[in-house]
């Protein structure tokens, strides 16, 4: 597999490339596999504790020099009317670490509103550094714990898409 040391540093206009250097760009930065996770199964949390959202998918990098990009639709998220301060935090996770906050202290009014939240989206290019399975899933949690915070709601399907990409 190619690898962008071995492409040219720099190119000129009206350079020709060698047959050598289109072979290792062919090579370079393909998208090798595609995995896709979805639920539609609602959660709520009542509690600044994250849990699992429910949407998980995993991928086994065939290279340990490989990056996973990662892509999130959280779907149905809503904050209850039960307290003025609370609000959807939903963070991305490899396993047990979490990698990146994807919204916090969504929808947040200071008010006893009910608000429901229009797609939570988030993208991640992760570095997991194995050819062993690694599992990406989402988790949420509330600023308060007061009141509920829900995620799927009316059985929204949210997704999550794993594209092992070659380094």
């Known amino acids: 597999m190619a690898t962008p040391t071995s492409l040219p540093a720099a190119v000129a206009t009206g ?13 370079a930065f393909r998208i090798l596999q595609v995995v896709y996770g979805s639920t539609n199964t609602q959660v709520t949390n009542s ?25 999130v639709n959280q779907n149905g998220g809503a904050k209850g009317a039960g307290n003025a301060a609370n609000a959807v935090n939903v ?29 939570i989206s988030g993208i991640f290019l992760d570095s997991p550094a194995t050819a062993s399975p690694v ?3 989402t988790q949420f949690y509330n600023d308060l714990n007061a009141a509920a915070v829900v995620v799927q709601i009316a059985t929204e399907t949210s997704s999550i898409v794993l594209m092992e990409v070659s380094a």
């Open 15 to 27: 350079d020709v490339g060698t047959a050598a250097q289109f072979n290792n760009l062919r090579g």
């Open 47 to 71: 509690t600044t504790t994250p849990v699992d959202t429910g949407l998980t998918a995993t991928i086994t990098p065939q290279s340990t020099s490989s990056k996973v990009l990662v892509f």
């Open 91 to 119: 963070q991305l996770m490899r396993g047990a670490t979490n990698i990146q906050n994807i919204i916090l202290s969504g929808g947040y009014t200071n008010s006893l509103l009910e608000l429901r939240l229009a797609t």
């Open 135 to 137: 599992t990406y899933k």
